[in-house]
């Protein structure tokens, strides 16, 4: 090393860091020996934290300005002035510039499917993946706790460790949300905001925070989702009857396109078939006979049985039943049934006289009469 380079060395004092990289997060001032002059100026740019680092231990943080190191508490540092140590200061000290701009588009993942309880499929295996972005909030803190002595220290040595963290909380709030898979792509920003309210106590911790989390997607196994579109496609045919005969009809027209295939001729006799059985019924000008005209008219079902009602007593502010007709006609047999006892049945309007019911006046009609020379 000449001794102009030295010189030129000794007598750089603009410390700055201009950032084109767009993925580091602290960068190392590199100064020859580590030796900073008393006085030189230090530059911090917006979206940029400047740590001084002196004898090992963190002294300050300066935040976006314009600063001269020669105030009473800073540690006085100066190589010219030390010439009985051959120009090598025993003050050493680091300025680490921190990026506190926000680092987006941040990629995240589920590596192996997450199992829920869905509460209409039951368990299900999801995976789910999306974007987030990070900052540094406490570049102290994220020095002692991540950073350390490293000169340069890029977005992908700490990515990793945030992943795994997103997806742990993630997959602990779909276990534990209820939220039916159905439901879960109208709920995407609500669940995104809760796993990054979730993990910003963590993160808090390394001196950083998430102010964004995106759920771009959230899918299920291939073989789910293929009969879940089976079951879609069923809600929509709707009649089945109609969708046969539609496809069908769609069928006969693609036959009728290619006809000297076997399947077009095969169709085709088919067709000639079944309007050769409509000319049969026809009479001989080509009007259908009377029967032919008319179908068949179907034959009234049924009638639907009665119902038979079942009725409860009330007795001595009691009640008791459901019983039938027909034990109500033995109970007025054994005389456990009076005219005047309170029934009621579904549909009645309160509770009426057994003799008030028309349905059940007739079990008193029945009756004898008194025997002779009563």
Avoid: C
């Amino acid at each position: 090393m000449g001794i102009f380079d030295f010189l030129s060395g000794e007598f750089i004092d603009v410390i700055h860091w201009v950032d084109d990289t767009r993925d580091t997060l602290v960068w190392r001032f590199e100064r020859h020996g580590h030796e900073i002059k008393y006085g030189a100026k230090l530059t911090v740019r917006e979206g940029q934290a400047a740590v001084f680092v002196h004898e090992g231990q963190l002294a300050d943080v300066f935040t976006p300005g314009l600063y001269m190191l020669e105030t009473n508490n800073m540690p006085i540092m100066t190589t010219l002035q030390h010439w009985d140590h051959g120009f090598k200061s025993p003050f050493k000290s680091e300025i680490y510039f921190v990026n506190t701009t926000r680092f987006t588009d941040l990629k995240w993942g589920t590596k192996n499917p997450i199992i829920a309880r869905d509460p209409e499929f039951g368990p299900v295996r999801l995976r789910a993946f999306g974007t987030y972005a990070v900052r540094v909030t406490d570049p102290a803190r994220f020095m002692q706790e991540i950073v350390g002595t490293d000169g340069e220290f890029t977005m992908d040595e700490i990515s990793f460790q945030i992943r795994n963290i997103i997806v742990q909380e993630f997959s602990r709030v779909i276990a534990g949300s209820g939220i039916p898979v159905l439901d879960m792509a109208a709920n995407t920003r609500d669940l995104g905001k809760l796993v990054a309210k979730e993990i910003s106590g963590t993160l808090s911790s390394y001196g950083m925070e998430m102010p964004e989390l995106y759920v771009e997607n959230i899918s299920l196994p291939p073989a789910v989702e293929e009969v879940l579109d089976k079951r879609t496609s069923m809600g929509i045919v709707g009649d089945l009857g109609k969708y046969t005969q539609f496809a069908a009809a769609e069928a006969l027209g693609k036959a009728a396109e290619t006809p000297n295939s076997g399947m077009g001729a095969g169709i085709g006799a088919g067709i000639g078939m079944a309007m050769g059985a409509a000319l049969g019924q026809q009479g001989p000008w080509g009007a259908a006979p009377a029967a032919a005209q008319q179908p068949p008219a179907a034959a009234a079902p049924p009638p639907p049985p009665p119902v038979e009602h079942v009725w409860h007593i009330a007795e001595n502010g009691q009640t008791s039943g459901p019983f039938s007709k027909a034990s109500l006609g033995r109970m007025v047999t054994d005389g456990k049934l009076t005219r005047e006892t309170y029934v009621w049945t579904a549909g009645q309007d309160g509770w009426k006289k057994a003799e008030d019911v028309a349905e059940l006046a007739q079990l008193f009609t029945i009756m004898p009469p008194p025997p002779p020379g009563m």
